[in-house]
């Protein structure tokens, strides 16, 4: 009756110390789930009153459909060689495959282990002899007995009585859809690099070519000065102005030569090719068209975005470790079953009447130092730091999405203006030039309204191209990103 009652008296100390340790406080993660960046006011659309029009985002609608890359020669090519051979990307890709391994090592803890041994004994026995004659002499003999031959099966099984390995499996499989967001999200961002490196590409040749018109223009300049010259209609003086300016030129498009060739190395390391050359790309191509329009977006869920699903992932998984960490503390039960036998061949000691035995125990932690309330400690706080990630992480989307909203004002506002000062400086080239001719106008005066229109024509190449670059930005912002 005594051990009955003991027996009764441990399952109920157990199932206490289950109600003490186990934990289902959820309160961080539901917390993350209901703020996902919805009902965001953005602050440039507030104060422009720019009508409400909430953007339609179907689930199908990728990064590539913000520009129209079809425009692009080989572009759509070259993301798809990206996504199969750029290294970074590889790595990640290994990374989730670890996750996923990481799975089935948690769940190898719920299944039977066994364990199978055979071994193999020799003894050694000795025989001395002596014998006197004239000369005592001793013979000593070795002899080895049968070999002896010992085998053994073990099957043990833990009882998975407070769900510890179950919570194991849950952190594990959150831990890789958090690799598998994070693998999501290194390849949007590899094919918005390569959209970004194209266009770079293409800003650069157009930036070449204006270099390379106003070369044509001032040399053209320099040989109508030195026709004036020659006819007494000029100075010696304003063709040194005219040739300072050309090779202030031929600097400049040395230094667009060497950009132009950077660009195109940085594209082909995105694309995983030793040779960065290049060759089969055509860099004289115009800017593609915007196809989705972005400008009106009151109201906007961010929850699509794979950082911050991973992010999230990552929380909920520390929620679970916590669990696990707490229900170390518990007793934990195991069964065990295992043959043994011992004879003097191996088929007997596997085979011929073995010895089993089963037995189940109970272990419970006593004493570690503290080490296990350190783990339970450890574990809560990388959940409220997981927590917090998650914070800066949503901090972080509606930031770059405020930053996107409000550049795609700023530089739909400067190249309107851009535009008009164009219009004008090409009238005043216009003007200029005959009053060159007639000579009402000097050389300064000429040479300084050529600047201002290729200036200006720059200047209309790099806010196009920062304008393609910030849809891309504001599409990643957003959650577009690429199908797998």
Not at 290 to 311: F, I, M
Not at 417 to 430: I, Q
């Amino acid at each position: 009756m005594s051990k009955t009652k003991l027996t009764v008296n441990s399952i109920t100390l157990c199932i206490l110390l289950s109600a003490c340790t186990s934990t289902d406080d959820r309160t961080l993660s539901e917390s993350a789930s209901s703020s996902t960046g919805n009902n965001v006011v953005w602050q440039s659309q507030v104060q422009q009153q720019i009508s409400e029009q909430t953007l339609s985002l179907d689930s199908d609608t990728a990064l590539t459909d913000v520009i129209a890359i079809d425009q692009l020669p080989y572009l759509a090519d070259y993301i798809e060689e990206a996504l199969s051979s750029n290294a970074s990307l590889q790595q990640s890709l290994i990374t989730l495959r670890k996750a996923q391994v990481a799975i089935d090592s948690a769940k190898a803890k719920r299944n039977l282990n066994v364990d199978a041994s055979v071994s193999a004994s020799k003894s050694e026995t000795t025989n001395t002899s002596s014998s006197t004659t004239t000369v005592v002499s001793t013979n000593t003999s070795n002899q080895l007995n049968n070999p002896s031959y010992s085998a053994s099966l073990n099957v043990s099984w833990e009882l998975d009585l407070w769900q510890k390995i179950s919570d194991g499996i849950s952190a594990a499989n959150l831990d890789a859809a958090s690799a598998r967001a994070s693998y999501q999200s290194a390849r949007d961002s590899l094919v918005a690099s390569v959209i970004r490196s194209y266009i770079d590409v293409l800003t650069q040749q157009q930036l070449l070519n204006i270099e390379k018109a106003r070369l044509s223009v001032l040399e053209n300049n320099e040989a109508v000065i030195l026709t004036r010259y020659r006819t007494g209609l000029g100075s010696l003086d304003d063709l040194d102005t005219a040739r300072t300016s050309s090779a202030n030129t031929r600097a400049t498009i040395a230094e667009y030569e060497n950009a132009l060739s950077s660009a195109k190395r940085t594209l082909a390391v995105l694309l995983g090719r030793q040779n960065q050359s290049l060759i089969e790309l055509d860099t004289q191509v115009s800017f593609p068209d915007v196809l989705l329009p972005l400008t009106t977006l009151p109201r906007q869920d961010l929850a699509r975005r794979p950082d911050l699903q991973a992010a999230f992932y990552t929380l909920k998984a520390t929620e679970f470790e916590v669990d696990v960490a707490y229900k170390a503390l518990l007793p934990s039960i195991s069964l065990s079953a295992s043959l043994s036998n011992s004879a003097s061949t191996p088929s007997q000691a596997l085979f011929t009447n073995p010895l089993w035995s089963l037995l189940g125990q109970m272990t419970a932690p006593l004493f570690q130092g503290g080490a296990l309330r350190a783990q339970v400690e450890d574990a809560k706080l990388t959940s409220a730091n997981a927590w917090w990630q998650y914070r800066e992480t949503l901090l972080t989307a509606v930031q770059e999405t405020q930053n996107a909203l409000d550049s795609e004002t700023a530089l739909s506002a400067r190249i309107s203006h851009t535009n008009v000062a164009l219009a004008n400086a090409e009238r005043s080239v216009s003007t200029i030039e005959g009053q060159y001719r007639q000579g009402l106008a000097d050389i300064l005066d000429l040479l300084s309204v050529y600047d201002t229109r290729f200036n200006l024509q720059a200047q209309s190449v790099e806010l196009h191209a920062q304008k393609l670059q910030n849809r891309i930005d504001l599409g990643l912002a957003l959650g577009l990103g690429v199908s797998q």
